[in-house]
């Protein structure tokens, strides 16, 4: 089986932005090991601490930032990153080409439970004009990211990677501690019977929402002529997994619940990587009435409504935002 390196050099992906995504892996690499351990490794549980989004912080989102975050510092490559776990942009090195940007552990309350959780991450090239520290750095379009990844710690740790062609899979090899190639070319299948949301926020949807996820929920008699299955994983990295894995689409629309944060999806580090990875394996994602890929950031805490997976079901889906 081919290794992580040779696949992105034979890709001709750029010797730093390659180096880059080794330091990325190898901060993921420690804290898979650290997942791993479970209540052994006293890791599991909260901290007294909310970031700045005003979520209560799991120890493991802590250690999995502090891992990251130094990990990436001490990378010449790297300008600046931004995280969901830090309040504003973090400098590196002035002269360092590349900006990273991460949710370090997505899915946080799946960690007490042994479920899925998972690590997301973009890079994006460096604005040359802008200082390290200017939050402007990260005001990019997603169609300029140049790698985008998530890492799934599983039952098996796996690595979901495009560097901007195709979408790739690599499956961790415990025994000799790198990332082997074990799917070279993922493709969403175009139509699916199975999507993800969460339905106990259906009585704070907009009518597009209610409209859509009720013709799936009538069926074979309803308009749709077919039968739907749903799974929530409460973990984005999860569902997204599934549906680059055997399709499916999956939503967090906009809702009533809290009028000062209609979406919960943040864009920067999680609904833009992933539209990167569904798009380059065939699929789509949107907000209902844009790409994903063709918003830029306003500010790196942004949430925005995600419509995303096989292309055929979100085309459909993305009628009812715009009739
Ligand atoms: P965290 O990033 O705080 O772990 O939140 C996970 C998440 O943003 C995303 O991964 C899930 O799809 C979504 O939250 C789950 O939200 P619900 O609370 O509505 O299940």
Not at 95 to 113: E, H, M, Q, R, T
Not at 177 to 205: H, K, Y
Not at 235 to 264: C, N, Q
Request: hydrophobic fraction near 40%; proline fraction near 4%.
């Amino acid at each position: 089986m081919q290794r992580l390196i040779p696949t992105l050099r034979s890709d001709q992906v750029d010797l730093e932005l390659l180096m880059l995504i080794r330091t990325v892996l190898a901060g993921c690499k420690e804290i898979s090991f650290r997942v791993s351990q479970g209540a052994l490794g006293g890791v599991l549980g909260s901290t007294l601490d909310e970031n700045i989004q005003g979520e209560q912080q799991k120890k493991l989102d802590v250690i999995a930032n502090q891992l990251l975050k130094s990990m990436l510092l001490n990378d010449t490559n790297v300008r600046a990153i931004a995280s969901e776990e830090e309040d504003s942009i973090v400098a590196a090195h002035e002269d360092g080409k590349y900006l990273v940007a991460f949710d370090p552990l997505d899915g946080s309350s799946n960690i007490d439970i042994n479920g899925q959780i998972g690590t997301i991450f973009t890079i994006l090239p460096a604005i040359k004009e802008l200082s390290a520290d200017d939050p402007k750095q990260f005001e990019q379009s997603g169609r300029n990211q140049l790698a985008a990844g998530y890492v799934l710690y599983g039952p098996s740790t796996m690595l979901v990677l495009t560097t901007g062609s195709k979408t790739r899979c690599f499956t961790l090899d415990r025994t000799h501690g790198g990332f082997l190639l074990t799917n070279d070319e993922v493709r969403v299948p175009l139509q699916t019977q199975e999507f993800s949301i969460n339905m106990a926020n259906s009585r704070f949807w907009f009518e597009p929402t209610k409209f859509y996820i009720n013709d799936l929920l009538q069926g074979e008699s309803g308009i749709r002529k077919k039968r739907f299955n749903m799974r929530w994983n409460a973990a984005m990295v999860g569902d997204i997994h599934r549906v680059l894995t055997r399709g499916g689409i999956f939503l967090y629309p906009e809702d009533k619940r809290d009028p000062a944060k209609p979406a919960k999806l943040r864009l920067l580090y999680e609904a833009m990587p992933m539209a990167m990875l569904v798009e380059n394996a065939g699929g789509k994602a949107s907000t209902g009435l844009q790409d994903i890929l063709d918003i830029t950031p306003d500010g790196l805490h942004q949430r925005v409504p995600v419509i995303m997976g096989s292309s055929d079901e979100v085309e459909r889906c993305c009628y009812y935002y715009t009739d």
